[in-house]
């Protein structure tokens, strides 16, 4: 029902074409369709109706990086940061930048400024420990603080598949493998199609010997991705 939601949106703007909502809902109508240029303009007409507005703010910048302007859309975010200095969201939104650009240092600099503001946010905290463990290799406090971060998170968010899956993974680099098993293996039922999962699987599996299933979880999981840090 896109393209319908497109048209009422349309008339919806027609009649008040200072309704934030509907930018808001026409730029998501057309970031789902693809058409991202227009899905900026719109974005862009949010921030000018209502500048204090940070979730357009947050995804003029997710916009702008997928078009291939990642610098733009850091210094948004730094904008972000400055303007709503209370707000978790853009230094959350800037460390996944950075990830994605593999500025790791960045990244982990960015979720902590994060945590200064909403200390428990499951999302950050989950995001800063997966970072950590696969960064701080072979430092055991690193792997502590990691595994303290994902075990809050864990209790805040007890159904996410990803937070189980770096909580696994924290416990893997702790070698405690059962605690991993369970874990990982939760982590796949909720999320049987993510790399990331099928990946721990596959070093948990060769840890313990299995050399076959652990071939066969690491092949499963580079036919999905071959981006693993």
């Known amino acids: 029902y896109v393209s319908l939601a497109e ?5 919806a703007l027609r009649l008040n074409p200072n ?11 057309l970031m789902k369709k693809g058409d991202l240029n227009r899905s900026l303009e719109y974005f862009k007409r949010i921030a000018t109706i209502l500048p204090e507005d940070i979730e357009s ?20 975010l730094r904008d972000a940061a400055t303007r709503f200095p209370d707000s978790s969201l853009p230094y959350l939104h800037l460390g996944e930048t950075y990830q994605r650009a593999r500025q790791f240092e960045r990244a982990i600099a960015s979720y902590r400024q994060a945590l200064t503001r909403k200390p ?13 463990l696969d960064q701080g290799k072979g430092d055991a406090a690193v792997a502590d603080e990691a ?15 990803a937070i189980a ?10 070698g405690n493998l059962d605690e991993a098993v369970t874990l990982l293996f939760h982590a796949q039922r909720r999320a049987p199609s993510s790399p990331e999962v099928l990946y721990h699987l596959g070093c948990l599996s060769y840890a313990r010997g299995k050399l076959d299933v652990a071939q066969t979880h690491l092949e499963a999981a580079l036919s999905l991705s071959s981006d693993f840090i």
């Open 7 to 11: 048209d009422y949106t349309r008339k």
């Open 19 to 29: 309704l934030v909502a509907g930018h808001r809902l026409m730029a998501r109508i």
């Open 57 to 76: 703010q947050l995804r003029l910048a997710f916009c702008m990086e997928i078009k291939g302007d990642r610098e733009k859309a850091i210094q948004l």
């Open 120 to 132: 428990e946010n499951p999302v950050v905290m989950n995001n800063l420990a997966a970072l950590l």
């Open 147 to 161: 595994l303290r971060l994902v075990s809050r998170a864990w209790d805040l968010a007890p159904d996410s598949a």
């Open 165 to 174: 899956d770096t909580l696994g993974w924290a416990y893997f680099r702790k």
